[in-house]
């Protein structure tokens, strides 16, 4: 099932797997976080070096993701209590920040160094100025998503954590070519995977506003976005590595290797534009898919015209308009003795060669549809009576004049014009009424419809016919109202 909300479209499954995946983010960043505060505290022979490490993530840090995993895992069960946790742990980041600006020498706030007792080496808990901006901004975000307000500024706060996290990266890239630890001494790789893991998280827990409903949009666009902002991310990782790497582990000059890495950025790109490629023409594929199979759903299968259910959706479509409209049901005469006599398949031949004279007579903006069985109705767009009428007299006069295979094949027509306020259902009803009075005249005829405002167009009344037979040509009708016919003496056409 769909949901719209402000003229998009979202797929409810794609939202689940969004809040999911946000769910997933909290848990993993709070677990991470407490092994690390774990560790830090405990200082257990086996974590020593493993927390003395400069990618490693420091003690406020990992209390402040702590306070922000926990934010995000509440944000749908206790969004107050989410709230004040987002507050936290911008308050934490705050306070790391003052006290590098204006703490002792060593920099930062001391916090968890004077509350826990060190064991020898441990390193301190007070966290880099990068990852205190980070925690600072990320606060600001899980604020802003549970409050459901200033969504621009939420979204500037979390494109800068995953900058300033994007930039780890790159530098990440650099140390593992075996050039300096770069950013890392400023962000360690750790504190940067997890903050850019709470800010996907938490643009995710909202993915019908800001930037996410695109990536969330059930459409081309949301597709694409889904499956390209992973390679978007690891992508700037990957080049910087395979630069620095190309030139010191292989001896190679500056030019030479920045020329290499431009080759593999271009063919990243063009890997990347095959794939969206791939993805367009699938999503073509699938949509002309979708169309056949809306199309069949609105054709007859055995004539090709539309078919009852699109012949009613195009009949309101024109009394909503308010346009002049005309209806005009047909049915073939005497059409199960036709069956009986030469067989259905000669019958199905009769009806496609009647469609196919009808599409012939109308224009190429009225709709003409096989309404079922032996019936046909044509709905004429923006016109009136007189138009109405004219094609029915054609379509009378081509069913006659057509080279039938086994026998003569005629018509009965009724014709109804859309009155102001009719419904669909009074329109067909006053055709279907023409169109019985025309079988009981005699077949071979058309007759309009009565109704307040539905009068026939003005033409010669045909001379009184004789109470044995008709005269010649009599069968063609002549579109006159029937209470009008009635007046005059005549029989209805």
């Known amino acids: 099932m769909d949901r719209v909300i402000d003229d998009i479209r979202f797929d409810t499954a794609v939202l689940r797997s969004f809040t999911a995946c946000a769910r997933a983010a909290g848990w993993i960043a709070a ?164 903050l850019l893991l709470l800010t996907l998280g938490w643009m995710a827990s909202a993915p019908t506003t800001g930037l996410t409903r695109v990536a969330a949009a059930d459409s081309q666009g949301g597709a694409f976005a889904r499956r390209l902002i992973l390679p978007a991310l690891v992508l700037p990782v990957l080049f910087t590595f395979l630069f620095k790497a190309v030139q010191l582990r292989l001896g190679m000059s500056e030019s030479l290797a920045l020329a290499l890495a431009a080759v593999a950025a271009g063919g990243a790109v063009a890997a990347m534009i095959i794939w969206v490629a791939s993805l367009l023409d699938r999503a073509e594929r699938q949509r002309r898919v979708v169309l056949a199979l809306h199309e069949d759903a609105r054709t007859d299968a055995l004539t090709g015209l539309a078919n009852r259910r699109a012949l009613d959706a195009a009949l309101v479509r024109a009394l909503r308009q308010r346009g002049a409209a005309t209806l005009l049901l047909l049915d073939v005469d005497h059409f199960k003795r036709f069956n009986d006599s030469f067989g259905h398949p000669a019958g199905d031949d009769v009806l496609r060669e009647t469609g196919r004279l009808l599409r012939a007579v109308v224009r190429s903006q009225d709709l003409v549809a096989r309404y079922g069985g032996e019936e046909f109705a044509i709905l004429l767009q923006q016109s009136d009576a007189l138009r109405g009428r004219h094609v029915a007299e054609r379509v009378i006069a081509a069913m006659r004049v057509h080279p039938w295979a086994l026998r003569p094949v005629t018509l009965s027509i009724g014709v109804a014009v859309a009155a102001p ?45 004789p109470p044995t037979a008709p005269p010649a040509g009599a069968g063609i009708g002549n579109g006159s109202v029937v209470n009008a016919a009635a007046a005059n003496g005549c029989g209805v056409d």
């Open 31 to 194: 677990l991470v976080s407490l092994a690390v505060l774990a560790g830090w505290l405990g200082g257990a022979e086996p974590v020593q070096a493993w927390l003395q490490s400069p990618s490693m993530m420091r003690a406020h840090a990992a209390l402040g993701c702590l306070l922000a995993g926990s934010a995000l895992l509440l944000h749908s069960s206790a969004p107050r209590t989410a709230v004040v946790l987002s507050a936290l742990t911008a308050l934490l980041g705050g306070l790391e920040l003052l006290g590098h600006a204006f703490g002792p020498g060593t920099g930062g706030w001391r916090g968890l160094d004077l509350l826990a007792p060190g064991w020898p080496g441990r390193p301190p808990a007070r966290m880099t100025e990068l990852a205190a901006v980070a925690l600072l901004l990320l606060g600001v975000v899980g604020v802003a998503v549970q409050r459901g307000r200033a969504v621009w500024l939420r979204e500037a706060c979390a494109i800068a954590v995953i900058a300033i996290a994007m930039a780890a990266f790159a530098s990440c890239g650099l140390v593992l070519a075996g050039d300096g630890a770069g950013l890392l001494q400023r962000l360690p790789a750790m504190t940067a995977s997890v």
């Open 421 to 465: 306020g009719d419904a669909a259902a009074t329109l067909l009803r006053r055709a279907d009424a023409a169109l019985y009075r025309s079988k009981q005249a005699g077949r071979d005829r058309f007759s309009f419809g009565a109704a307040p405002g539905d009068e026939a167009p003005p033409h010669p009344q045909p001379p009184r016919r």
